[in-house]
């Protein structure tokens, strides 16, 4: 029975090597025509399994390797769970050696005593010595082979030849969630350049970098985008506001004032040639910030005793030359003048009432002939050129207080002390 069993047990491996072949063309068929349902499903629905990636590969590309691992799998399993036991390989050998049933008889009679059945099992065990297993139970391909040969040339003819439809409306959706999209992305590369021009502004007028009060429900929705539209609501929107900002610096009492002082300066002539040079040309540009580097520039000067006797001499004419200046400016009315004969009053009139701010509020109150916005313009005009002369007067008061204290060793104290005024003056006015 050894004999026998052996040959069976060789028989029964080849039969099973046979049978997971049989079973695994039978499933990769069935997972190849399942490929092909899904393409056409992923193809007519427009699901996007091909253009969505996972891993750097596309969600197809994991399906069919799901797919065929998942075949290879189930035929083998389904194989070893329908092979043939040893009574069934016996059967087979005996048809395929031509054995005449005499193995399958040795399994049934081997505990048999009787001399036939020993006789039986002799004769057989003789046989299945002279059996050569791989002739008579040899490893072919199966027959069904054609099936999944099929349907791999049909899943290749669908993927490559059904054209794309989009039933569910999903493509066109994603298309216009991706416009969207780009759409928000231009629209905040424009609100980033319409921040850097605002803070640019900011930085150049000196507002307030606070944000003002806004929509807090608006608010609520442009922290998160839904749309293009939102993104260019918001850009507007702080538009605005440095709009509104700008429009209340520049009719500002402070604005209005600086305006009237730099109109002042143009009217300044150089002093002369010296040390002053480059601060009144500053002065005359109404370039405040840099005339007070270049007066603090001249305080270190003359703390350090750079200047030449001469030098410094020169330095105390151009200053009371400028201080003259200054003071004669700071008594000419002859902006408002000009203004009032444009809202239609008298040259002769003008001119006393410029002289004299009480009576221009007066006679502003009961003219007939003004508007109110041209009222309003008169008197905001006057005062603004009334502080930009007293600021005038300031500066030529102290100028004048430099030039007499300059000798030529240099600058007294009170002359220190009216530089440094001088020089807070020109701060306050940047």
């Not at 640019?200 to 606070?210: A, D, F, H, K, V």
């Not at 405040?288 to 410094?312: I, M, N, V």
Request: aromatic share 2%; with cysteine.
């Amino acid at each position: 029975m050894q004999d026998i069993r052996r040959i069976l047990r060789l028989a029964g491996r080849r039969l099973l090597v046979v049978g997971v072949l049989n079973t695994v063309v039978w499933t990769l068929t069935a997972a190849v025509a399942g490929l092909v349902v899904v393409i056409v499903v992923d193809r007519a629905l427009g699901l996007g399994l091909g253009e969505v990636s996972w891993r750097s590969l596309p969600v197809l590309a994991w399906v069919a390797i799901g797919a065929v691992g998942l075949a290879v799998v189930l035929g083998v399993a389904w194989a070893f769970a329908v092979r043939k036991r040893e009574a069934a390989v016996a059967r087979v050998v005996d048809a395929r050696a031509g054995l005449r049933e005499s193995l399958s008889t040795a399994l049934c009679v081997e505990r048999a005593e009787d001399p036939w059945s020993r006789a039986v099992v002799e004769s057989a065990a003789d046989k299945a010595r002279q059996v050569v297993v791989k002739d008579a139970i040899p490893i072919e391909g199966p027959r069904s082979w054609s099936m999944p040969t099929a349907t791999v040339v049909l899943l290749i003819l669908t993927f490559f030849l059904m054209p794309q439809f989009d039933l569910l409306g999903k493509r066109a959706e994603a298309r216009a969630a991706e416009e969207a999209k780009q759409e928000i992305e231009v629209a905040q590369q424009d609100a980033r350049k319409a921040e850097d021009t605002i803070r640019e502004i900011i930085q150049r007028t000196g507002l307030s970098t606070e944000e003002d009060a806004a929509d807090p429900e608006l608010d609520a929705d442009l922290a998160k985008p839904k749309s293009a539209e939102m993104v260019r609501k918001d850009a507007i929107r702080k538009l605005t506001n440095l709009n509104e900002k700008l429009e209340k610096q520049l009719n500002s009492e402070e604005a209005k004032t600086l305006d009237a002082m730099k109109e002042m300066m143009r009217r300044l002539t150089m002093p002369g040639q010296g040390e002053l040079s480059e601060f009144a040309r500053e002065m005359s540009r109404g370039n405040f910030d840099k005339a007070r580097q270049e007066l603090e520039k001249l305080a270190q000067k003359l703390s350090s005793g750079e200047l030449s006797g001469e030098e410094s001499e020169q330095l105390a004419k151009q200053m009371k030359n400028l201080a003259n200046q200054l003071e004669q400016l700071a008594q000419q009315k002859g902006a408002l003048e000009q203004m009032m004969q444009k809202a239609g009053v008298s040259p002769e009139q003008a001119k006393q009432l410029a002289a004299n701010p009480e009576a221009l509020q007066q006679a502003l109150r009961d003219n007939k002939n003004l508007t109110e916005q041209q009222k309003q313009q008169l008197q905001q005009a006057a005062k603004a050129m009334q502080q930009a002369a007293s600021q005038c007067q300031g500066m030529g008061e102290a100028m004048s207080q430099m030039a007499s204290s300059m000798s030529q060793s240099g600058m007294n104290q009170a002359g220190q002390e009216a530089m440094n005024a001088m020089s807070g003056q020109l701060s306050a006015m940047e």
